[in-house]
């Protein structure tokens, strides 16, 4: 399996970019310069109008050129910044992928004359056409357009199809939900090429929303006021971020709430997953400093193990292996949140009873019993540990 993140540094949008950055620059100056209509508005782009300021000395550049210099480094500057965010949160790529570099490298032509043989291009008003209507798109779709430049949708074809080339069986996408309508386009051009429908996979990733004091943060990349993905770890923490979002299905909307996930008890749903594991760890220390230790068997001893809470555990934990090869298949990550979530409810009841009732303790007078316990919880503990591990959270052995 190889992760690859496929940037959007071409065209339009980084164009503006540039032009944002410049013009707040110019404003420096001169106040009164006209900021681009659809620029970009967040302070950021202040940050690195200031930054680029220092790093090149654009006085002697002609507008056009200083807004390509502008737009060049401002998105070097931003896709370093992506970088660091997504390796403190645990997500790492292998390959970065630039769209910029499939237009220097002569792909999207070659990908023009690839399509051209097979038939499925036609000229109108100017622009190439391709006949995605042909198979199972709405209607054909504009690869070049009148002024000679290729859309976004012929670099996708492109990146693809050279995806495809280089022999993975298998490709899994992840967009927002806003793209949903570029699923069967995308398709259809590559069925156009012989690739199978089921070849492509796209995840629709739903908008995530941030509330805190009963207020929601509002994100917006024009509007300049949104919340970062380093602001919001600063907030609550690696871990706590990691599983709410893998607490509900991409395809589902998701509400955060701020506050719940700050807490440090069984209301915030890492922490009371987490401190399953951690009590667990404590239960198995306290029997060590008593000379009691996790035996590697059950041989003989699993009579003992009677209580209905004690069978619905093992229930629980015999269902790991099979959802995990499941979610595998589905790639429905959040069952796994809900699963661990689940048995950590077991075993906190379980927990719980021995402190009414100290027979029902996992350390207990019993020697034999309390070893039977023992592999019990250990065997909680070493599933818990693993479906952390799975979705990128620690399993502390205090808290």
């Not at 540094?9 to 009164?32: F, T, V």
């Not at 502008?70 to 896709?79: F, H, I, P, V, Y």
């Given at each position: 399996?190889?992760?690859e993140?496929?940037?959007?540094?071409?065209?339009?949008?980084?164009?503006?970019?540039?032009e944002?950055?410049?013009?707040?620059?110019?404003?420096?100056?001169?106040?009164?310069?006209?900021?681009?209509?659809?620029?970009?508005?967040?302070?950021?782009?202040?940050d690195?109008?200031?930054?680029?300021?220092?790093?090149?000395?654009?006085?002697?550049?002609?507008?056009?050129?200083a807004?390509?210099?502008?737009?060049?480094?401002?998105?070097?500057?931003?896709?370093?910044?992506?970088?660091r965010?997504?390796?403190?949160?645990r997500?790492?790529?292998?390959?970065?992928?630039?769209?910029?570099?499939?237009?220097?490298?002569?792909?999207?032509?070659?990908?023009?004359?690839s399509?051209?043989?097979?038939?499925?291009?036609?000229?109108?008003?100017g622009?190439?056409?391709?006949?995605?209507?042909?198979?199972?798109?709405?209607?054909?779709?504009?690869i070049?357009?009148?002024?000679?430049?290729?859309?976004?949708?012929?670099?996708?074809?492109?990146?693809?199809?050279?995806?495809?080339?280089?022999?993975?069986?298998?490709?899994?996408?992840?967009?927002?939900?806003?793209?949903?309508?570029y699923?069967?386009?995308?398709?259809?051009?590559?069925?156009?090429?012989?690739?199978?429908?089921?070849?492509?996979?796209?995840?629709?990733?739903?908008?995530?929303?941030?509330?805190?004091?009963?207020?929601?943060?509002?994100?917006?990349?024009?509007?300049?006021?949104?919340?970062?993905?380093?602001?919001?770890l600063?907030?609550?923490?690696?871990?706590?971020?990691?599983?709410?979002?893998?607490?509900?299905?991409?395809?589902s909307?998701?509400?955060?709430?701020?506050?719940?996930?700050?807490?440090?008890?069984?209301?915030?749903?890492?922490?009371?997953?987490?401190?399953?594991?951690?009590?667990?760890?404590s239960?198995?220390?306290?029997?060590?400093?008593?000379?009691?230790?996790?035996?590697?068997?059950?041989?003989g001893?699993?009579?003992?193990?009677?209580?209905?809470?004690?069978m619905?555990?093992?229930?629980?934990?015999?269902?790991?292996?099979?959802?995990?090869?499941?979610?595998?298949?589905?790639?429905?990550?959040?069952?796994?949140?809900?699963?661990?979530?689940?048995?950590?409810?077991?075993?906190?009841?379980?927990?719980?009873?021995?402190?009414?009732?100290?027979?029902?303790?996992?350390?207990?007078?019993?020697?034999?019993?309390?070893?039977?316990?023992?592999?019990?919880?250990?065997?909680?503990?070493?599933?818990?540990?693993?479906?952390?591990r799975?979705?990128?959270?620690?399993?502390?052995?205090k808290?």
């Amino acid at each position: 399996m190889v992760r690859e993140f496929y940037v959007n540094d071409a065209g339009l949008q980084i164009r503006m970019l540039g032009e944002s950055i410049w013009a707040r620059m110019k404003q420096k100056e001169n106040p009164n310069f006209v900021f681009p209509e659809n620029g970009y508005h967040g302070d950021y782009i202040l940050d690195l109008a200031d930054t680029i300021a220092k790093e090149i000395d654009l006085s002697s550049k002609n507008p056009d050129e200083a807004v390509a210099l502008c737009a060049q480094d401002g998105k070097e500057m931003m896709l370093t910044e992506i970088q660091r965010a997504l390796d403190r949160f645990r997500i790492n790529f292998d390959v970065w992928s630039s769209e910029e570099d499939l237009h220097a490298s002569g792909l999207l032509d070659q990908t023009l004359d690839s399509i051209q043989a097979k038939g499925h291009l036609y000229d109108r008003e100017g622009a190439v056409w391709i006949k995605t209507s042909q198979f199972g798109d709405d209607k054909d779709r504009v690869i070049r357009k009148s002024d000679g430049q290729y859309t976004y949708f012929a670099s996708d074809i492109a990146y693809h199809l050279e995806k495809h080339r280089r022999g993975f069986t298998k490709a899994i996408n992840i967009w927002g939900a806003d793209h949903h309508g570029y699923v069967p386009r995308v398709k259809a051009a590559l069925l156009s090429h012989g690739i199978p429908e089921n070849w492509l996979s796209v995840l629709l990733i739903q908008l995530v929303k941030l509330w805190e004091n009963g207020q929601e943060l509002r994100m917006s990349k024009r509007a300049g006021s949104f919340v970062t993905l380093q602001e919001l770890l600063d907030e609550v923490g690696v871990d706590a971020a990691r599983f709410v979002f893998l607490t509900k299905s991409h395809d589902s909307p998701l509400d955060v709430d701020m506050d719940l996930i700050k807490k440090q008890d069984s209301d915030n749903p890492v922490y009371y997953v987490q401190y399953a594991h951690a009590r667990i760890c404590s239960i198995i220390r306290k029997a060590a400093s008593e000379g009691i230790a996790v035996l590697d068997h059950i041989d003989g001893i699993s009579e003992k193990l009677a209580l209905k809470e004690e069978m619905a555990i093992i229930r629980t934990m015999s269902e790991f292996p099979a959802l995990l090869e499941d979610i595998s298949k589905t790639l429905e990550a959040h069952r796994l949140t809900y699963y661990l979530t689940h048995l950590a409810a077991s075993f906190h009841r379980y927990f719980n009873m021995g402190l009414k009732n100290s027979e029902l303790r996992v350390v207990t007078e019993d020697k034999t019993l309390t070893q039977a316990r023992l592999i019990l919880v250990s065997g909680v503990k070493i599933v818990i540990a693993n479906g952390l591990r799975l979705l990128g959270v620690s399993a502390p052995e205090k808290m």
